[in-house]
């Protein structure tokens, strides 16, 4: 049956955490998957969850959600993004459903684009998270670039991405993160925000957000959605990924949603309808229990401002770690400037090191990471920092 089967090329970010963890050596260090880790690098469960879990034990059923997911959780959920006093939330004109966190929240709008605009494409940034390419593909959606980063300022490359807004097709759908880049930890500024969502608008364009991580950029999940909120006042219909997968910390329990603005409350119940339609053969109906985490948590006053503070927290720890990181490899002379290091925000430190370099760095030091460069500063700790800046400043020098 299976003979044409050829093996499938490793993934280049979960494949790195595979690598590791096949590594015996004592000294390795995973700065691989954006996943966050405390200073003893172990894997963190939120207090905020911790106490939601308590709450929920003993009250929970096992029956299904609806199609679209949990409500409230939903409800909780565009808050985030919108607004707590959002008009589009009061006149019921966003179509959303819980999705299996961002990459499931993408995945079923680039099916959902596929379906009702079938000629379209999708502008994706140069460079994005590996996986949006993946995305898009297996939803047979072609795929246009725009440029986005500066290798040579580490920063944005904010006039050939105005240049390819503006000659892109209008009407074009274009793939934007709404904070903390991945992989390159470059945002626009506010200023350069309102540019860009000017631009669409003069052109017609859609914008679909992914919103994986917010919070992790500023330590404030209102600051974060400045983005959103810019196009919003703009008046455009967006689409948004949610994900509680890093600001939650709730990576496994596959908890996120997927928003889709319309112009009025007939159509967003459309929307809504044909997207769980979609939902419905792939998996029928999203898993219940990261859901009640989330629901739980900010349906609560209280809970939600530990979540708040915790995700603030995690956000000055990996400040900590950028500062630490870039003192160490001054301290040990190295001639190469490492200011991107503090000066680039969220999860990710775009580093600059070539694959080459990489490699070296895995073969000689036993530290992972992807190929293209991409540290985690979420795996960076006090105890492997010093470590990390030699192994750096070796293959560098
Ligand atoms: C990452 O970029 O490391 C994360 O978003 C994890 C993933 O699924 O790739």
């Known amino acids: 049956w299976w003979h044409q089967v050829e093996p499938a090329p490793k993934d280049p970010i979960l494949g790195v955490t595979e690598a590791f963890l096949a590594d015996p050596s004592p000294n390795k260090v995973n700065v691989g998957v954006g996943a966050y880790r405390d200073d003893n690098g172990k894997p963190v469960v939120l207090e905020c969850v911790r106490e939601a879990e308590r709450r929920i034990a003993g009250n929970l059923n096992m029956e299904y959600l609806p199609m679209g997911g949990s ?25 959303a459903v819980q999705a299996l966190s961002g990459t499931g929240a993408c995945r079923l709008f680039a099916d959902f684009q596929k379906r009702f605009s079938p000629d379209s494409q999708i502008y994706i940034p140069v460079p994005t998270w590996a996986n949006h390419h993946n995305i898009w593909r297996d939803a047979h959606v072609p795929q246009e670039k725009f440029l986005y980063y500066h ?35 470059v945002d626009p500024s506010e200023e350069q925000w ?10 017609g364009h859609f914008a679909f957000f992914d919103m994986a991580y917010q ?9 974060d959605a400045k983005s959103i909120r810019i196009f919003l006042e703009d008046g455009h219909l967006i689409g948004c990924a949610q994900s509680y997968a890093k600001n939650m910390g709730l990576y496994g329990q596959r908890v996120g949603c997927l928003s889709v603005v ?14 769980q339609q979609l939902a419905r053969p792939m998996y029928s109906n999203p898993p219940v229990h990261g859901a009640l985490i989330v629901s739980t948590i900010l349906g609560d006053p209280d809970l939600k401002n530990l979540w708040l503070k915790e995700v603030k927290d995690m956000a000055d720890r990996i400040i900590g770690m950028r500062t630490a990181l870039r003192e160490n490899l001054e301290k040990l002379g190295s001639p190469l400037s490492w200011e991107h290091i503090t000066k680039q925000i969220g999860m990710f430190c775009y580093s600059g090191m070539t694959p080459e370099q990489v490699d070296r760095l895995t073969k000689e030091y036993h530290i992972y990471m992807t190929r293209n460069g991409r540290i985690s500063m979420a795996g960076v700790t006090t105890g492997n920092v010093g470590y990390l800046a030699n192994a750096i400043h070796q293959v560098t020098k």
């Open 71 to 95: 409500v409230k959780m939903v409800e909780e959920t565009l808050k985030l993004a919108y607004g707590e006093n959002s008009d589009l939330i009061k006149n019921k004109q966003i179509a």
């Open 262 to 275: 319309c112009e009025d409350e007939k159509q967003a119940v459309a929307v809504k309808g044909q997207l």
């Open 194 to 203: 309102r540019e860009i969502s000017h631009q669409f608008k003069v052109k």
């Open 215 to 223: 919070g992790f950029a500023s330590g404030d999940p209102e600051r």
């Open 151 to 185: 290798p040579a300022s580490r920063g944005l490359d904010f006039v050939s991405m105005m240049d390819d807004i503006k000659n892109a097709p209008n009407g074009s759908f274009f793939l934007l993160h709404a904070c903390a880049h991945n992989p390159t930890g």
